[in-house]
């Protein structure tokens, strides 16, 4: 009866639609390349220090989210039976963490350790006209490290599509949102993972929680300007959360299109003694207290929606 089974099982899997950025590091990756910009990843977005001072590979020493594990059954792709095919990327932050874009004009009120998903050839800019056209699922699973803990207090943009004009298509935040003059902190939504439109509105949230898996696939239409937003814990299929949602802040074309980052943005708190121009600038001016904190992720990927958004185990769902 197992060969009816495994029929069964194949019948009602979908076809994975087609992947056209994978982020998701193999077990032959050399954490090296991460410090020449070699690969899937362009690692300038950082501190002084080399990439590998603030991100890292770890090979078989953790797992990463179950959901693109690769079945030693063919078509039986359940998760007690699956084994990892990619390492979990460690990003942090330090008080080292101060970005020179350009090599100059220093944001000191940032702490950044992002990585910007690139073609092979060409950089983050040549990738775009495959992973931002049409309609696009960009996955990604995020994990907290305990051993490096955040402080809530703190506003953390820690997924997003960043334009020219430095707005998101769509972003994941944690902590408490940055406001001048300051609430009370940490916010009562600090803890949860915000998933945000261009306009900075709330499409989902989900409380975060230590040593599980937060996965997340946000669906852009590029030519009807909308989002739909898909999450899972763990081993769960990623199921959708929001229906489809305008999000017609967008500039249509090529000036609402940019590079695809993950990793940790920290934004300052205000500082009462700076003065209320420079409280403002939260790219140059603000308090970090420059301990180190950090994150983990895995199963970054973007996938075209020809067949369906991928939801685990090669399963695909109607987006």
């Known amino acids: 009866m197992l060969w009816l089974l495994l029929l069964v099982v194949a019948a009602s899997a979908v076809l994975a639609t087609p992947v056209v950025y994978d982020g998701r590091v193999p077990f032959s990756f050399p954490e090296a390349s991460l410090d020449t910009s070699t690969g899937p990843f362009l690692t300038v977005v ?18 990463p989210t179950p959901l693109w594990d690769k079945s030693p059954i063919p078509f039986l792709p ?22 020179f874009p350009g ?10 350790t992002e990585l910007l998903a690139q073609a092979e050839e060409g950089g983050p800019t040549a990738l775009l006209p495959d992973i931002e056209e049409g309609v696009t699922a960009f996955h990604f699973s995020i ?5 490096f803990p955040l402080n809530y207090d703190h506003e953390y943009q820690i997924v997003f599509i960043e334009t020219s004009d430095g707005s998101h298509v769509f972003g994941v935040q944690l902590g408490s949102p940055f406001t001048n003059p300051p609430g009370p902190l940490p916010a009562p939504n600090a803890h949860s ?18 040593r599980s898996w937060h996965n997340f696939a946000v ?26 949602i305008p999000n017609l802040s967008v500039s249509p074309g090529g000036p609402g299109k940019g590079e695809f ?10 500082d009462p003694n700076d003065s209320p121009s420079d409280q403002g600038d939260v790219v140059h001016h603000g308090i970090q207290e420059g301990s180190t ?23 695909t769902i109607r987006p």
């Open 219 to 244: 669906l852009v239409d590029w030519d009807n300007l909308t989002l739909k937003v898909y999450y899972s814990k763990d081993g769960a299929p990623l199921k959708p959360v929001t229906g489809t």
């Open 293 to 315: 904190e950090g994150l983990f992720y895995s199963g970054v990927f973007v996938e075209k929606v020809t067949k369906g958004v991928s939801t685990g185990y090669g399963k």
């Open 103 to 112: 090599g100059n004009n220093p944001q000191f009120g940032f702490r950044r």
């Open 261 to 270: 980052h993950f990793g940790i943005l920290k934004l300052p708190l205000v």
């Open 143 to 147: 994990q907290l490290d305990e051993r």
């Open 46 to 63: 950082k501190g002084t220090e080399s990439a590998t001072h603030y991100s890292s590979v770890l090979g078989h020493t953790k797992r």
């Open 193 to 210: 993972f915000k998933v945000l439109d261009h306009s900075l509105n709330v499409l989902f949230s989900a409380p975060s929680s230590p």
């Open 78 to 99: 359940l998760p007690i039976f699956t084994v990892p095919t990619e390492q979990v990327i460690s990003m942090r932050i330090d008080n080292t963490s101060v970005f």
